[in-house]
């Protein structure tokens, strides 16, 4: 069975430009979740979708938005790139909410802005 | 008051040895616990999740709850170098505006020595 899987694995932008990250969660999970891990500190909690809306979002600008598809895969944005987004973006799911079950991490995608 | 704290470490024990990781938390009714594996540059892999109060044995992994006094633990017995990353511990939160996604820890980072 495969994994969650997110694309792309690297890259890079320029500052005040727009990026877009894919993910696709675990075959039968509804709920997806974003983190931030910048060099050094811990995982961030961004966004949490679950059945096509989102659900909670964590301590960060509106610039960072995303949203779940039918199909409960998802895409995160963020606009208006700075440098301090640099970091690894992480993409998890779990079988509907977190509590109680498991949720499992997808590789990641490396953000560089430049 | 932050919702989940570890020792950032490093956490040094030779080959063999017990190795013990300490989390504690916030929020009196969470239910929900767990520890990740974060190798360097990787994604966190899920090692144990536990419920009640007491001890979860999974192999060379135990993890301890003891909610009355908040905190959790786990202990890997005969370490191994193959055992060196960080270790985050993660909860899901059930008061406030955060249920339903994970908060964790910023991770101790244990280096097992040959």
């Known amino acids: 069975e495969a994994g969650v899987t997110q694309s792309p694995t690297h890259l890079i932008k320029t500052r005040g430009q727009q990026a877009t990250l894919r993910c696709s969660p675990i075959s039968g999970h509804t709920s997806v979740y974003w983190y931030q891990q910048a060099l050094g500190l811990g995982l961030q909690f961004l966004l949490w979708y679950d059945e096509g809306e989102e659900r909670n979002r964590g301590n960060f600008p509106p610039r960072f938005s995303g949203r779940q598809f039918p199909n409960y895969s998802s895409e995160l944005n963020v606009n208006a790139l700075e440098l301090e987004d640099s970091a690894l973006y992480l993409c998890a799911s779990s079988l509907a909410r977190a509590s109680g079950n498991t949720i499992y991490f997808g590789e990641g995608s490396w953000l560089t802005v430049v | ?114």
């Open chain 2, 1 to 114: 008051q932050k919702e989940v704290e570890q020792n950032s470490g490093p956490l040094s024990v030779p080959e063999g040895a017990i190795a013990s990781l300490n989390c504690t938390y916030s929020d009196r009714v969470s239910q929900s616990f767990f520890w990740y594996r974060q190798y360097s540059g990787k994604s966190p892999e899920l090692i144990m999740s536990i419920y009640s109060n007491g001890d979860k044995e999974d192999g060379r992994f135990t993890a301890q709850l003891n909610k009355a006094s908040q905190y959790v633990s786990l202990l890997i017995r005969d370490s191994q170098p193959s055992d060196s990353a960080t270790y985050l511990c993660a909860l899901v939160p059930r008061s406030g505006g955060s249920q339903g996604n994970l908060i964790f820890g910023k991770g101790t980072k244990l280096s097992v020595k040959p």
